[in-house]
């Protein structure tokens, strides 16, 4: 198994007193799911946006194809990964279509067939939904949007920090569902920032418990729950009632 | 024969004749007073054959001294006393009429190369006005009587005078003058009030028409208490130079005017509602300066019921030049500096401070700050409204592009789009309404400030407002007022039809917010 992505010894600090990260490392598989799971303030977000370097750590290396992330363009290095915040991040001033098709138009491609055939991939008719606005849109369509928008471009690599953090059970359910379906049929590596135990053990090969910027377990889903490393890693299970 | 002729010709007219050469500028302050000697003064060129352009009712003697000795203006009516305590600073000097004038003729051409001609003839310094009854039961002629029965009379003077140094201060250290009771009037009802008799003593100045109109009794200033305001044609340096048969001419003027004729004059003006340019043109006739001939043409006084709509549209055209040209300049200096300073959030905060504390400059003194750069007229007037449209536009385009959907430009960023990218496609057209709010207050607020043009002899609207508020003529200031404010109203509503075209995608997005949930 080749990584895709190895993250080594990552420590980011916001002031002298304040550390989000201290010393995270992990590998993550080419066509792997690795969920990031902590309490707010553990540190995920900010190891996902190290990533592709919206947030520069302090200390550590992430290698991406074998090359120090560190010395890849950070433009260039943001246009092979796919990104889904939370909101979905569309631009409210661009209609669906241009906004999917933004990376593929970065490029110089040709954004606006990229865009409706990923428009498809995620199960939404361009013929209905292309020329809408954001604006016009449910939650749950927003998040759709937002993930073919990350997937037009092909990317190697997809970050997701939340995406379905802000939506119903119900629609929740129903894009997670999706989701698998597409990794499924994609084999895209992905890294997904999640607050909700249940959806890292559904959606993820491997699951990176993360506590106060310190890593306190990784390993598959099952394995988590067989044998908690940690106590904080085995209480956090247990509240969660995951059984 | 033919030869004969033009060599006839060629001796009758002179060398050069006055109006070939440039025109003389003639200035005045703000009040009735200054506009008829100044009118008296551009009538009086003109009919010795000299072209002549009027710059009248510049905002205070701070613009109009500064314009003079510059040469942006080359004579105005402007009194000794005021050269002394305002221009040169001095409030100590002797209250003797020659020695001020010596001083300050003396001391200000040195200093600026200016020219005080010889004075007109009359002084318009405070007057102690009370009754005629009051003075002949109380036997008053002058201020001493006055301050030996003050403290059984009411004073009704207005708030200038009860505080300036040489005002009522003066009086009760020169005099001992206590009155029984100060109430501050307005300029306006203090003479009505006197003759009502609901006060007993009114401060005012010699040459008002309403001494005359009321009948009151004038008291001698026997102590020599304030000091002397000698009327005086004040003459730029250029003028001399240029043209010294202009100058020659307004010394025609010197010793010719007494303080009985020039009350009468403002009571015509004030009273009688006689135009400017009519007073002006009998006036020089009275005094034997015009020919025959010349006082056969009639200045073309407009009628009091008239309003003269072409010169309104003239006026509203400059208005909205000057509205637009400031207005244009604003934006394209202040959208590109807010930019930059989105990319020096530490510093943006100072810079954009300074730029608001402008605004807080009061427009005369902002346009007396530039007389010394730019002189008077239409370009000093443009300078100064487009420094105060600067901030509302530089505020709004960085606040609006700093808060513009931080989830949007995140993503955006995240996504690949450089620094660059992110502003021109994402943050500037988010920031567009907020942006355009900035302009539409700033083009409101320039319509309003732009009367203050007038001030500085640049035209538009302030022009009726600023001679109507002189001339106290509601219906001069309505013609200017009201103009003025359509004129914002329609430039508001231009820039909103433009708002809703810059931001047609969002406007229509925003119809349905309950499904954006």
Redesign the interface.
């Known amino acids: 198994m080749t990584a895709a992505l190895r993250i080594e010894g990552i420590t980011k600090r916001w002031s002298s007193t304040i550390t989000a990260l201290d010393g995270v490392s992990l590998d993550i598989a080419s066509g792997e799911c690795v969920a990031l799971i902590g309490e707010s303030g553990s540190g995920k977000t900010t190891l996902l946006r190290t990533v592709n370097r919206m947030v520069e750590p302090d200390a550590g290396v992430i290698w991406f194809n074998d090359r120090r992330t560190s010395d890849l363009d950070p433009v260039e290095l943001r246009r092979q990964m796919g990104y889904v915040p939370q909101d979905g991040g569309l631009l409210p001033h661009w209609r669906v279509r241009r906004n999917v098709g933004l990376v593929p138009w970065l490029t110089g491609k040709n954004g606006g067939e990229v865009a409706d055939r990923a428009l498809s991939l995620v199960g939404l008719d361009p013929a209905t939904f292309a020329t809408r606005w954001p604006s016009d849109l449910s939650g749950g369509q927003r998040q759709r949007v937002a993930i073919a928008r990350a997937l037009a471009a092909d990317p190697k690599v997809l970050l997701l920090d939340e995406p379905f953090g802000a939506l119903d059970a119900i629609t929740r359910a129903e894009l997670q569902d999706a989701f698998r379906d597409l990794r499924r049929r994609l084999g895209t590596t992905a890294i997904l920032v999640t607050h909700d135990l249940r959806e890292a053990i559904e959606l993820a090969d491997r699951v990176a418990v993360l506590h106060q910027g310190r890593l306190e377990q990784y390993a598959p889903p099952q394995d988590l729950l067989a044998s908690p490393a940690t106590e904080y890693v085995k209480t956090l299970f247990e509240r969660a009632h995951v059984r | 024969m033919k030869r004969h002729l033009i060599a006839i010709l060629a001796l009758i007219a002179p060398a050069t004749t006055p109006s070939e050469s440039r025109p003389v500028i003639v200035g005045s302050k703000p009040f009735g007073e200054s506009y008829i000697l100044a009118e008296m003064f551009a009538q009086l060129l003109e009919a010795r054959g000299f072209r002549v352009e009027r710059r009248l009712g510049l905002g205070a003697t701070l613009i109009a001294y500064p314009a003079l000795a510059k040469g942006a203006i080359d004579v105005y009516p402007e009194y000794t006393g005021t050269g002394l305590l305002a221009i040169l600073g001095d409030s100590t000097s002797s209250t003797d009429p020659k020695a001020v004038y010596a001083r300050v003729s003396t001391e200000l051409e040195k200093r600026d190369g200016v020219r005080w001609l010889a004075p007109l003839g009359f002084e318009n310094t405070y007057a102690i006005a009370v009754r005629k009854a009051t003075a002949d039961s109380l036997h008053l002629t002058t201020i001493s009587d006055l301050a030996r029965v003050g403290s059984g009379l009411r004073g009704g003077l207005t708030a200038d005078f009860i505080g300036r140094p040489d005002g009522l201060p003066k009086l009760g250290a020169v005099y001992g003058l206590h009155l029984a009771e100060v109430k501050a009037l307005l300029p306006a009802v203090k003479y009505q009030a006197l003759a009502q008799g609901a006060v007993d003593v009114i401060d005012g100045y010699e040459t008002d028409g309403s001494i005359e109109r009321y009948h009151v009794v004038v008291l001698t200033d026997d102590r020599h208490a304030f000091p002397p305001y000698e009327a005086v044609a004040v003459v730029s340096p250029m003028l001399q130079r240029d043209l010294p048969g202009a100058v020659l001419t307004l010394s025609e003027l010197s010793d010719r005017i007494d303080v009985a004729r020039m009350r009468a004059w403002n009571r015509q003006l004030e009273v009688e509602r006689v135009p400017v340019a009519t007073i002006a043109h009998q006036a020089l006739g009275s005094l034997h300066l015009l020919s025959d001939s010349a006082m056969a043409i009639r200045p073309k006084a407009q009628r009091e019921s008239e309003i003269d709509y072409g010169h309104l549209a003239a006026l509203t055209g400059r208005h909205l030049e000057l509205v637009a040209i400031s207005m244009v300049a604003a934006i394209v200096f202040a959208i590109p500096l807010a930019l930059l300073l989105t990319a020096a959030p530490k510093r943006a905060e100072t810079v954009i401070r300074a730029v608001g504390v402008l605004q807080t400059i009061p427009g005369i003194a902002l346009v007396a700050f530039m007389i010394p750069l730019f002189g008077i007229g239409v370009f000093p007037a443009l300078v100064a409204l487009w420094l105060y449209s600067l901030y509302p536009i530089v505020r709004n385009t960085y606040t609006g592009i700093r808060d513009a ?1 931080p ?2 430009a ?9 620094g660059r ?1 992110v502003l021109i ?2 943050r500037l ?2 920031a567009a309404p907020v942006i355009m709010a900035g302009i539409r207050t700033a083009a409101v607020i320039d319509v309003g400030t732009a009367t203050l043009a007038a001030f500085i002899g640049a035209g538009g609207l302030g022009d009726p407002i600023v001679s109507g508020l002189a001339l106290s003529d509601t219906r001069m200031i309505l013609s200017g007022a009201i103009p003025a404010a359509l004129l914002a109203l329609a430039v508001d509503g231009v820039l909103a039809v433009t708002e809703r075209v810059v931001t047609t ?2 406007g ?3 119809r ?2 309950s ?3």
């Open positions: 959907d989830g949007a995140d993503a955006a960023k995240a996504l690949g789009m450089t990218q496609y994402v057209p988010l995608g969002r229509r997005a925003r349905s917010p499904r954006s949930r």
